[in-house]
């Protein structure tokens, strides 16, 4: 029943046909490349646990970084444009370099915005950051 090679020898001839293979892995390679594009853009909405820590004590030489819901930046509650906000950062880090900083952000903010605020304080040699949370838990 086994088929004779076309040499000196009478064995069987076990050959794996990878065509079927080769296929099956052609198809997938294509779903990746249509699909990985779309995993980039994916929206994903993710509720942000809530802070159970006791608030810290009001520090006067702090600095409160805001973002509302409609993209306006804000300084201790005053209202600074977003291209001018990187050199009012590098100049409160050069009078005060040790002053912690508390970014509060609305919760529609995008995410962009609140890792460009975080750059923007990193390269202006502000190491103390911190975020404000609304009271309430994780139950």
């Known amino acids: 029943m086994g088929m004779s090679g076309g040499g000196g020898r009478g064995g069987p001839v076990a050959e794996i046909n990878v065509t079927p293979l080769v296929d099956v892995m052609l198809v997938l390679l294509i779903i990746f490349m249509i699909t990985a594009p779309m995993m980039n853009n ?8 809530k802070e159970t820590a006791p608030a810290l ?8 970084l805001g973002i509302d819901k409609d993209l306006r930046f ?37 995410y962009r915005e609140v890792a460009w605020v975080l750059a923007s304080c990193k390269k202006a040699g502000m190491p103390r950051l911190g975020f404000v949370f609304e009271p309430g838990g994780i139950e």
Not at 57 to 64: F, K, N, T, Y
Not at 82 to 110: G, Q, S, T, Y
């Open 57 to 64: 004590d009001s520090v006067e030489d702090q600095l409160v």
């Open 74 to 110: 804000f300084l201790n509650e005053t209202e600074t444009p977003r291209d001018e906000l990187p050199a009012k950062l590098r100049a409160i880090a050069e009078a005060n370099p040790e002053a912690p900083v508390f970014l509060k952000a609305d919760a529609e903010v995008p």
């Open 42 to 49: 994916a929206g994903i909405e993710v509720d942000l646990p």
